[in-house]
């Protein structure tokens, strides 16, 4: 139908004409093709791209989710380079938006912060929070380096949201792990901790943040002073620092020094504290001119690093693995509970109360093959574990699909599992990120399982809603 651009894809895309194998690539996905791995209708297909095509504005809103596959990464290149070919970004509200922080770089002093000068041309150790069940139970190898011995966790839950969380939890119960947690609650992680050492709150310290969904630059001042022995992050890090020998200037600047030294000079920080906001000064149509960015400011259809972007299949299904699908038919997908963010605020009452207890959506088609009626306890299972919830039948949830709604904690679920129980830690094609939407399982009625789920005020209330309190060495 040539519903192309070809103005701006002469201006500003390297590889448009095909002479990078783009086009041969799109004609072997005729909408049937698509309709079927997609499960729609191939009308759908064509109509959908019949609106893009001929309709504007045109705008794309991906969100965290669709990247939670093995092929996560080459999906959000194809999705990406859509606007392109049909000349979106010309336009004020064209285009396309998952994450507004890389226009932060422009102002961030990223250097000046993570001082890698200081490391003299070597390259840290890191590992792969993705990977944290596995790594935890390594042993030291010539491939992995030496064995972990002394975590320090902070602003994460990883027992809670970690992919396969029964290795997480055999990790950090490691009897020769020296595990240290900087928190504000008494989380899943901080259970299995050596010390819990009480964070400052957002309330309590000097902060400055940009945002993935806005173009404002903030800054957080402390409304009332640390409760009780809490420290921020940063003053441990200062104190840890001194004791381990290091003498550079650096490793003692104070929190202010820290804000200051966080944005270059295009933000007047003394401007920012007085107005307590700074507006990235960005175009109403920042790609109508190419300028993307890359080496030559063009977009890559054929990347150097990745090649020419195409289907990736799941690590998991039916297309995939169909030998693993048919003992685990089910695909399932994890997605936040509307009332919790990931593993964050399932310790308010007030919110679990609106969310109730665990759950797992499922069509109805679905439910009435398995016999499963809605409101009941059911269990999903897979190679790598059990997790034991209530169902809810719904439209919500495709057939063939289940949605496992989370991260509760834990220690809250019906078996003191959650939802990660199921999920794999294979990563996607591109950033070595986590697949959690990339998970196959089965789901049979457990009605007699078990003994009922604990009441949360029960496992809380000793606990109380308010900071962590320092706890002596588990025995």
């Known amino acids: 139908n040539d519903w192309l651009d070809h103005d701006y894809l002469a201006r500003h895309v390297d590889g448009w004409d095909g002479s990078d194998g783009l086009k041969e690539r799109a004609l072997q996905w005729p909408p049937e093709r698509v309709a079927q791995v997609c499960g729609i209708i191939a009308n759908e ?82 590992i792969n929070m993705s990977t944290i069940g596995d790594d935890l139970l390594r042993e030291t190898s010539a491939a992995f380096g030496p064995k972990i011995e002394a975590p320090i966790v902070y602003n994460s839950n990883p027992v809670a949201v970690a992919p396969e969380s029964g290795k997480v939890v055999q990790g950090f119960a490691r009897a020769d792990l020296f595990t240290v947690v900087l928190e504000h609650f008494m989380t899943d992680t901080a259970d299995l901790a050596d010390y819990v050492l009480p964070a400052t709150t957002q309330l309590e310290h000097l902060d400055v943040h940009t945002s993935y969904g806005h173009t404002w630059a903030l800054i957080n001042e402390p409304a009332i002073a640390p409760l009780g022995e809490a420290k921020p992050n940063t003053q441990v890090f200062r104190e840890l620092a001194a004791r381990m020998g290091f003498t550079e200037p650096c490793f003692a600047d104070d929190d202010e020094t820290l804000a200051r030294t966080a944005f270059n000079a295009t933000v007047d920080f003394d401007a920012l504290r007085a107005q307590g906001w700074f507006k990235l000064p960005l175009p109403d149509a920042p790609f109508a001119d190419g300028g993307f960015p890359t080496a ?59 969310e109730g207890e665990p759950l797992l959506e499922m069509h109805a088609d679905d439910a009435q093959a398995r016999g499963i009626a809605s409101g009941g306890m059911v269990r999903a299972f897979n190679d790598r574990g059990s997790y034991r919830c209530k169902v809810m039948v719904s439209a919500r949830a495709r057939p063939g699909v289940v949605n496992g709604l989370g991260v509760w904690w834990r220690k809250l679920g019906p078996d003191g599992t959650n939802v990660n129980e199921l999920t794999h830690q294979k990563l996607t094609d591109i950033g070595r990120a986590p697949s959690f939407y990339d998970c196959l399982v089965e789901v049979v009625g457990a009605p007699g399982d078990g003994v009922p789920p604990p009441r949360a005020e029960e496992v809380l209330g000793r606990l109380g809603s308010g900071p962590a309190v320092a706890e002596p060495p588990v025995a």
């Open 296 to 354: 030559s400011g063009r977009c890559i259809v054929n990347s150097a690093a990745h090649g020419l972007p195409d289907f990736v299949p799941n690590h998991e299904s039916a297309q995939s693995t169909p030998e693993l699908a048919r003992s685990y038919p089910l695909a399932m997908i994890s997605p936040p509970a509307r009332n919790f963010l990931n593993s964050s605020f399932v310790n308010v009452k007030s919110l679990r109360d609106i």
């Open 45 to 126: 297909v064509r109509g959908l791209a019949r609106d893009y095509g001929t309709l504007g504005p045109a705008a794309i809103r991906l969100n965290y989710g669709m990247q939670r596959v093995h092929g996560g990464g080459n999906a959000v290149r194809l999705v990406a380079m859509l606007p392109c070919l049909v000349g979106a970004w010309r336009q004020r509200a064209g285009g396309m938006l998952l994450s507004s922080s890389g226009w932060f770089k422009s102002i961030r002093n990223d250097a000046a912060l993570q001082r890698s000068d200081l490391l003299a041309g070597r390259t840290p150790r890191t």
